[in-house]
């Protein structure tokens, strides 16, 4: 089970992917946990989940915790298969609430919200890092040996 977990090759491939991952995800967990970015910080973000979108407590505090923790340990390279699945989750769960915003980002604003082309972007970098493991410089590269 730990090989299936921490096993990962030499390479840049798992190292840019999750990279990639960590930095984008980064900025929105630590809006969600923490307030920063403008973000709500932890109470105000689950009050939002649970009043606003009607998620369960559970639910809205697995989104909390897989964009900051997740990001954080996707950067340093620790567990990045289970995480890149936990992202994978995410993602599909929050793709149908912007299926009706169309499949473009709102660049010029003139749409009422975001489309979905950010999170399946993110679903492929996160296959690959669930297919490579987290390469290079990784925490799960040390586990591995």
Same mark, same amino acid.
């Given at each position: 089970?730990?090989q299936?977990? !921490?096993k990962? $090759?030499?390479? @840049?491939?798992g190292l840019?992917?999750?990279?990639? /991952?960590g =930095?984008?995800? !980064?900025?929105?967990?630590?809006?969600?946990?923490?307030?920063?970015?403008?973000? @709500?910080?932890?109470?105000?973000?689950m009050? !939002?989940?649970?009043d +606003?979108?009607?998620?369960?407590?559970l639910?809205g505090?697995?989104v909390i915790? /897989? $964009? !900051?923790?997740?990001?954080?340990? =996707? =950067?340093?390279?620790?567990?990045?298969r289970? %995480?890149a699945l936990?992202?994978?989750g =995410?993602? /599909?769960?929050i793709?149908?609430?912007?299926?009706a915003?169309?499949?473009?980002m709102? %660049?010029?604003g003139?749409q009422?919200g975001?489309?979905? $082309? @950010?999170?399946l972007l +993110?679903?492929?970098?996160?296959?690959?890092v669930?297919?490579?493991?987290?390469g290079? +410089?990784s925490?799960?590269r040390?586990?591995?040996?």
């Open positions: 089970m730990k299936m977990i !921490f990962t $090759e030499k390479n @840049y491939t840019i992917a999750r990279l990639s /991952i =930095l984008i995800l !980064f900025p929105h967990g630590a809006q969600k946990a923490l307030g920063w970015f403008g973000g @709500y910080g932890f109470s105000g973000t009050q !939002f989940f649970t +606003m979108v009607h998620l369960p407590w639910v505090l697995a915790l /897989i $964009e !900051f923790v997740g990001s954080i340990c =996707l =950067l340093l390279g620790l567990a990045g289970v %995480w936990a992202v994978i =995410l993602m /599909i769960g793709i149908p609430q912007h299926t915003n169309g499949f473009f709102n %660049w010029f003139n009422k975001e489309g979905f $082309e @950010y999170h +993110m679903i492929a970098l996160s296959i690959i669930l297919t490579v493991g987290s290079k +410089m925490i799960d040390k586990l591995s040996v």
